[in-house]
């Protein structure tokens, strides 16, 4: 029923029958006057309505990827058939974010598919939030939908901090492996992470490792392959991601920098007859290492490379090749080792050498003539010069000749000059005849 006042009238069409969206075309049969009972039939009285669909969107339109806390949330809307092109706008609500209640301002969807983004600034903490729609409107058309009944659940992801933590290096040798640990990077929750590394100054190298983190602690290997020189290094950690589905970050700058000197140990260096030993000695690993000058520890193997150390009581064989190392304070070892083959003699005989260098570097710095001291306790030795006249003269009560004496042409206080020099010894056993023979100095 509807009252007809002026020749105007309104009336409402119930929404039950109008249940297509689309071209609806509406035919006047007849009037019937409720009062007089008048009815008159109508013809030729129609008109067309378009039914316009309802805004409708379900939860497999919507997409909101995971994000790292601080970072601006986008809203994908995709294969929403039920929003025809235009432009749209969106009341939305999010428990525990600030405000609760946001908008999306206008957004464009065309073919079904649009974005709006939500302000990173809302989310005060990271964890699970759930997106409700409250209502849907479009500027194109009357309709809207206060009631979409459409939610989605998403994470703000916690960002990589790492304020409190430590880096440290161990003590690093040339060529050897080297050990970083990170302590105190309680802010990071167990799992798997990416890690940005770099080294710069006397070696300059750029990694992305992959390291797990237990309870803040980690550690990752700088391979030998990188540590291939000596001097001053600085390492320096520039990001740190994790791979648990979370790309949140952190930069470098948290991290403390660590400077330290990448230490090669060098070869040691055998003196003249440092392996040679007399079969009566049982001479052992120990009495090698005597051999060698220096106050740092040597160990000696049985290869160039990696193989076994022996111990200091292990004796030695002739003919044998030894390995020696230097052994610094702070635990690294030489990166060449010294090759030394044994040689264990019968010391029935005098061993005298052609030559020595007396240069105070500790190392075949005296004319050492060996077991002579045993087998001619009453000997004495002379040595020359070219021209005959006497530099020095000693026994078994003397100390080896040094390289220098009073007399003759001297360099520099009572030190000769390198060359050749000649010697006398006689053995005064009464059966020996005296020897003669030339030895060169070396400076």
Request: aromatic fraction near 8%; charge should be negative.
């Amino acid at each position: 029923m509807f009252t007809v006042t002026g020749g105007e009238v309104t009336f409402e069409i119930d929404t039950t029958q109008l249940v297509n969206p689309g071209i609806t075309n509406l035919v006047f049969n007849s009037i019937l006057n409720t009062v007089t009972t008048c009815e008159s039939l109508l013809t030729g009285l129609s008109f067309t309505i378009e039914i316009l669909p309802r805004l409708t969107l379900v939860e497999t339109n919507l997409t909101i990827q995971n994000v790292c806390l601080g970072t601006d949330v986008i809203v994908q809307i995709s294969g929403a058939t039920g929003l025809a092109d235009g432009i749209y706008q969106i009341i939305y609500s999010i428990p525990n974010a600030n405000p609760i209640t946001g908008s999306s301002g206008d957004f464009t969807i065309t073919s079904g598919s649009g974005q709006f983004i939500i302000p990173g600034t809302v989310f005060p903490n990271a964890g699970a939030y759930v997106l409700s729609i409250n209502s849907i409107t479009s500027e194109a058309t009357p309709c809207d939908n206060l009631n979409p009944a459409v939610s989605f659940s998403f994470e703000i992801l916690p960002a990589a901090t790492i304020t409190d933590a430590l880096v440290s290096l161990s003590a690093l040798c040339a060529n050897t492996d080297g050990t970083v640990s990170i302590t105190n990077a309680t802010n990071l929750s167990n799992g798997l992470y990416e890690l940005t590394y770099q080294i710069t100054g006397t070696i300059t190298q750029n990694q992305t490792i992959n390291v797990e983190f237990i309870n803040g602690e980690t550690s990752f290997i700088i391979p030998s392959t990188i540590i291939n020189n000596s001097g001053e290094i600085t390492l320096s950690i520039n990001q740190i991601n994790s791979n648990a589905g979370n790309a949140c970050g952190t930069p470098g700058h948290t991290f403390n920098s660590v400077t330290l000197t990448i230490e090669n140990v060098e070869t040691p260096q055998l003196v003249e007859g440092g392996n040679s030993f007399c079969e009566d000695d049982n001479a052992t690993i120990a009495s090698l290492s005597s051999g060698i000058n220096t106050n740092e520890t040597i160990i000696w193997y049985d290869a160039p490379s990696n193989g076994n150390a022996y111990a200091d009581s292990t004796v030695l064989v002739d003919g044998q090749i030894y390995y020696a190392a230097i052994q610094s304070s702070t635990g690294c070892e030489s990166t060449i080792r010294l090759e030394v083959t044994v040689f264990i003699n019968d010391c029935t005989e005098i061993i005298i050498p052609d030559g020595f260098s007396p240069n105070d570097d500790g190392i075949n710095d005296f004319f050492v003539i060996k077991n002579i001291r045993t087998l001619y306790p009453n000997f004495d030795l002379e040595i020359f010069n070219r021209y005959g006249n006497i530099l020095y003269k000693g026994n078994a009560t003397s100390q080896d000749w040094d390289g220098t004496s009073d007399k003759g042409i001297q360099i520099g206080g009572n030190k000769l000059p390198a060359g050749v020099y000649f010697f006398i010894i006689n053995f005064n056993d009464g059966e020996r005849e005296p020897l003669q023979g030339r030895v060169y100095l070396s400076r």
